[in-house]
């Protein structure tokens, strides 16, 4: 009676340690990977335009969440948080790993503020110090890279 005894507790032992095991699996953080939704074109006072392809962040999770958790993203690629009514925003890169430059823009689609270089991870608050209703987030160095400009413009659609 003794050795069943000692069996069944081993038993359980053992199964409950396997469905911890597979429940701690479950909670692995899947990679999240660009998904074009639309095209943006940044046209520069030189007369010359810069194409992007873009996610769209238009819901309230998708605004809060944004580039969080992302490992890379590609220089020819961003994302566009639409507001519904141009205010001043405030932008910060709580779990964002990459470092960004970010394009505050108005309702009338000029860029109005940029940060550049947006370190990762960091809380401080980004803020857009004017009225804005669209945000453009790409990798950091491409404002330099493209020379772009506040007072530039932009223009979007959806796919």
């Known amino acids: 009676m003794r050795y069943l005894l000692l069996s069944l ?7 409950c340690k396997e469905k911890t095991n597979s429940n701690t699996e479950s909670l692995k953080q899947e ?20 194409s992007l392809s873009i996610e769209l962040a238009e819901t309230a999770y998708e605004i809060e969440t944004g580039l969080m958790y992302r490992e890379s993203m590609e220089p020819n690629q961003g994302m566009l948080f639409i507001f519904e009514d141009e ?9 964002t790993y990459i470092p ?11 860029i109005a503020t940029i940060i550049k270089n947006a370190k990762p991870l960091d809380e401080s608050s980004l803020p857009s110090e004017v009225p804005v209703q ?6 950091a160095g491409a404002a330099a ?10 223009s979007w659609k959806r796919d």
Not at 9 to 15: N, Q, R, V
Not at 100 to 110: A, G, R, V
Not at 145 to 154: F, K, T, V
Request: proline share 3%.
């Open 145 to 154: 890279q493209w020379n772009i400009q506040e007072g530039d413009s932009i």
């Open 134 to 139: 669209y945000v453009l987030e790409v990798n």
């Open 9 to 15: 507790l081993l038993f359980f032992a053992l199964s």
């Open 100 to 110: 960004l430059d970010l394009f505050f823009i108005t309702k009338d689609q000029k």
């Open 87 to 95: 205010r001043p925003h405030n932008f910060y890169m709580k779990n």
């Open 31 to 50: 990679k999240i990977t660009f998904t074009p939704e639309g095209s943006l074109e940044i046209f520069k006072k030189d007369s010359s335009v810069v």
